[in-house]
């Protein structure tokens, strides 16, 4: 049976159901903990990727280049944060062998380490008990994490690439104008929120303790993961921009606490989405 056939009263308890679980289950804490973790990997992430790229004679500039790329993508202010390990990282007179390694496995660690917190609020969630050891926990995180770097970088690339990419677009066909450009943008923003849905189906999928259930492109939760996290990205970043006073509270501190809120945002709308489906799965347990 489709979710879309349930009426209007079942979705209205699910929504009370996944309200009163939210609650219960502390999601508040553990999208804490998964912004925490996640704030940790950023900065061994970027020391790796610029020691990888003198280890394998990599140009500099094009890692740093990407990064900062990538960086547009966050909300107003977080990039700052980026800036400040780039430029530190920059300064070093050519990376040797061990800390590039050192800093790839803290990276790796600190990244797998926020991906167990969305196992653990998972199994949370559809009240299944977390017994998987820590190896498991960490072997079903390293998929999730290279779901989350190709999904995630899709959605990114095309956020942040797509305007220099329809741009190369629009030379080689022969229509343009306002009317492709505005098709484009519509385009491309379609497609990275479709890489965002289809990452949060793949941590529903992967992530819970749980024998593994059939396939599905997209759930209620995915989407309503994918709408929050929007929503949140779009409206923070417009706040942060235009009526925030971090600066003014945080100062030099400013882009780190952007950075780690807006994590905590995220990990809230994955795990609420994951409430949603097993609200869903409940409901209709008791309904059969």
């Given at each position: 049976?489709?979710?879309?056939v349930l009426?209007?009263?079942?979705?209205?308890?699910?929504?009370?159901s996944?309200?009163?679980?939210?609650?219960?289950d502390?999601?508040?804490?553990?999208?804490g903990?998964?912004?925490?973790?996640?704030?940790?990997?950023f900065f061994p992430t970027v020391?790796?990727?610029?020691?990888?790229s003198?280890?394998?004679?990599?140009?500099?500039?094009?890692v740093?280049?990407?990064?900062?790329?990538?960086?547009?993508?966050l909300?107003?202010?977080?990039?700052?944060?980026f800036?400040?390990?780039?430029?530190n990282?920059?300064k070093?007179?050519?990376?040797d062998?061990a800390?590039?390694l050192?800093?790839s496995?803290?990276?790796?660690?600190?990244?797998t380490?926020?991906?167990v917190?969305?196992?653990?609020?998972?199994?949370?969630?559809?009240?299944?008990?977390?017994d998987?050891?820590f190896?498991?926990?960490r072997?079903?995180a390293?998929?999730?994490?290279?779901?989350?770097a190709i999904?995630?970088?899709?959605?990114?690339?095309l956020?942040?690439?797509?305007?220099?990419?329809?741009?190369?677009i629009?030379?080689?066909v022969?229509f343009g104008?306002?009317?492709?450009?505005?098709?484009?943008?519509?385009?491309?923003?379609?497609?990275?929120l479709?890489?965002?849905?289809?990452?949060?189906?793949?941590?529903?999928?992967?992530a819970?303790?749980?024998?593994?259930?059939?396939w599905r492109?997209?759930s209620?939760?995915?989407?309503?993961?994918?709408v929050?996290w929007?929503?949140?990205?779009?409206?923070f970043?417009?706040?942060?921009?235009n009526?925030?006073?971090?600066?003014?509270?945080?100062g030099?501190?400013?882009?780190?606490?952007?950075?780690?809120?807006?994590l905590?945002?995220?990990?809230?709308?994955?795990l609420?989405g994951g409430?949603?489906?097993?609200?869903?799965?409940?409901h209709r347990?008791?309904?059969?």
């Amino acid at each position: 049976m489709s979710e879309t056939v349930l009426d209007p009263l079942s979705w209205r308890a699910i929504l009370r159901s996944t309200m009163r679980r939210v609650s219960n289950d502390r999601v508040n804490v553990a999208a804490g903990a998964f912004a925490y973790r996640w704030f940790l990997s950023f900065f061994p992430t970027v020391i790796a990727l610029l020691g990888i790229s003198t280890l394998v004679t990599l140009p500099q500039h094009l890692v740093v280049n990407l990064i900062h790329g990538v960086t547009r993508a966050l909300p107003s202010g977080a990039a700052q944060v980026f800036t400040v390990a780039i430029d530190n990282a920059t300064k070093r007179t050519g990376a040797d062998l061990a800390t590039t390694l050192v800093a790839s496995v803290v990276a790796l660690w600190s990244a797998t380490a926020g991906m167990v917190i969305l196992e653990e609020g998972l199994d949370m969630a559809y009240g299944i008990e977390a017994d998987r050891t820590f190896l498991e926990q960490r072997l079903v995180a390293l998929p999730l994490l290279l779901g989350g770097a190709i999904l995630g970088g899709a959605a990114s690339a095309l956020t942040v690439f797509g305007p220099q990419l329809g741009t190369l677009i629009k030379e080689s066909v022969p229509f343009g104008g306002a009317a492709f450009a505005a098709g484009w943008t519509l385009l491309r923003w379609l497609f990275a929120l479709a890489s965002m849905n289809l990452l949060f189906t793949l941590l529903y999928y992967l992530a819970p303790n749980r024998p593994r259930q059939r396939w599905r492109w997209t759930s209620a939760g995915a989407l309503i993961a994918t709408v929050i996290w929007a929503l949140v990205s779009l409206g923070f970043s417009l706040y942060t921009s235009n009526f925030g006073s971090y600066g003014a509270t945080y100062g030099a501190f400013a882009g780190v606490a952007i950075l780690i809120f807006w994590l905590y945002l995220t990990g809230l709308a994955i795990l609420v989405g994951g409430e949603v489906n097993a609200a869903i799965e409940r409901h209709r347990a008791a309904a059969s």
